[in-house]
Nanobody
Framework: QVQLVESGGGLVQAGGSLRLSCVASGRTFSTVHMGWFRQAPGKEREFVAA????????QYADSVKGRFTIARDNAKNTVYLQMNSLRLEDTAVYYC????????WGQGTQVTVSS
């Protein structure tokens, strides 16, 4: 099985930036499409962004398009999410997983955007 460890979350003011990281272990990371997902309080987990195994293509939810950037480093088994121009509605626990998700979810990393 894959183990996923997210980090980089925190408290940030609206308009600020954060960079999330996710380290994956236990499988051939470099051959797997990866994604970021988030779950806000009282809401279902939702898709945020995805990247192909070769970084040749990316996808974004409309709500984050133009503000978030997903990237990966296969040599480090790591996928990143650069989040700029953060909004209050970006507050959530952020998770990474394969895309589509097929591994146990990690603990996530909390992102809190304040006004």
């Amino acid at each position: 099985q894959v183990q996923l460890v997210e980090s980089g979350g925190g408290l940030v003011q609206a308009g600020g930036s954060l960079r999330l990281s996710c380290v994956a272990s236990g499988r051939t990371f470099s051959t797997v499409h990866m994604g970021w997902f988030r779950q806000a309080p009282g809401k279902e987990r939702e898709f945020v962004a995805a990247i192909t195994w070769s970084s040749s293509d990316t996808q974004y939810a409309d709500s984050v398009k133009g503000r978030f950037t997903i990237a990966r480093d296969n040599a480090k088994n790591t996928v990143y999410l650069q989040m700029n121009s953060l909004r209050l509605e970006d507050t959530a626990v952020y998770y990474c997983n394969s895309h589509p998700p097929d591994s146990p979810w990690g603990q996530g990393t909390q992102v809190t955007v304040s006004s």
